[in-house]
Nanobody, 117 residues
């Protein structure tokens, strides 16, 4: 059974930092991508950052480039999102995603990030 356990969300003032973690277990397929998405109230879920396992390249939403960094601990099957210079508009529920070849795509339960002005 695939499980993604997220941690690290919370309340922070604008300009502050948070580090999200997502530990994956029960993986039975070849992982192609590990990523973070977010969903703010009344908005669609959007990609924040994604790591392509083959080659190690990364993709970031324009709104977080230069502020957020995605990384991975291969030994622990864990993906991180370091978030710096946080803004109130970063407030959302953040979800971890681990995906392989279709239809293998799994989501974490979500962790709330709230940035106060």
């Amino acid at each position: 059974q695939v499980q993604l356990v997220e941690s690290g969300g919370g309340l922070v003032q604008a300009g502050g930092s948070l580090r999200l973690s997502c530990a994956a277990s029960g993986i039975f397929f070849t992982i192609h991508t590990m990523g973070w998405y977010r969903q703010a109230p009344g908005k669609q879920r959007e990609l924040v950052a994604q790591l392509l396992i083959s080659g190690g390249s990364t993709n970031y939403a324009e709104s977080v480039k230069g502020r957020f960094t995605i990384s991975r601990d291969n030994t622990k099957n864990t993906v991180y999102l370091q978030m710096n210079s946080l803004k109130p508009e970063d407030t959302a529920v953040y979800y971890c995603n681990v995906a392989g070849r279709s239809p293998f795509s799994y989501w974490g339960q979500g962790t709330q990030v709230t940035v106060s002005s």
